[in-house]
């Protein structure tokens, strides 16, 4: 094997180390209007694995993405989008995470994300929301409930 070849198959297999095979990107529209109403994210549940990524699609303007300080796990730093611009986050911390548009969290804009097996607390259904941000947070709890429940 040559010297270029195993520089190659090197820095192959430090990749593969580095990105799993099984990370998935899932993409979310940050939209003014959509089937749940205006000042949506398209979806806004999702459910990942440990390494998978969001990648936050400014579809229209005036919208960003940003952790939600309070509703993620313990110890995550957060993240927060600039307005009118795409962001990739990767979430490889298992949990639950809210989500927001920081111009229009007042008006609704929320998310969530589950990540792994993790069980929904009661620190992260009771956190304080503008109120249209908290009946979209218990709608999506609610299916998180069902869900677990089997139905």
Same mark, same amino acid.
């Given at each position: ?19 799993p095979a099984s990370a998935e990107t899932f993409e979310v529209k940050m939209r003014?209007? /959509?089937? &749940?109403? *205006?000042?949506? $994210? ?5 459910? %990942? ?24 796990p313990d110890g995550y730093p957060g993240f927060k989008g600039k307005i009118n ?12 995470? /809210?989500? &927001?548009? *920081?111009?229009? $969290? ?5 998310? %969530? ?39």
């Amino acid at each position: 094997m040559t010297a270029i070849a195993r520089a190659v198959l090197a820095a192959t297999l430090i990749l593969s180390a580095a990105f799993p095979a099984s990370a998935e990107t899932f993409e979310v529209k940050m939209r003014n209007r /959509g089937d &749940k109403g *205006s000042m949506v $994210f398209e979806p806004d549940y999702l459910e %990942l694995k440990s390494g998978d990524r969001v990648k936050f699609i400014a579809t229209n303007k005036s919208h960003n993405a940003a952790s939600i300080d309070g509703m993620v796990p313990d110890g995550y730093p957060g993240f927060k989008g600039k307005i009118n611009e795409e962001i990739e986050v990767t979430f490889d911390q298992d949990g639950f995470y /809210g989500i &927001k548009c *920081s111009p229009h $969290f007042g008006m609704g804009m929320v998310m %969530l994300i589950r990540v792994g097996d993790a069980a929904l607390s009661d620190d992260i259904r009771a956190f304080d929301v503008p109120a249209r941000a908290r009946a979209r947070f218990d709608a999506m709890f609610a299916g998180v409930d069902a869900k677990a429940d089997g139905k």
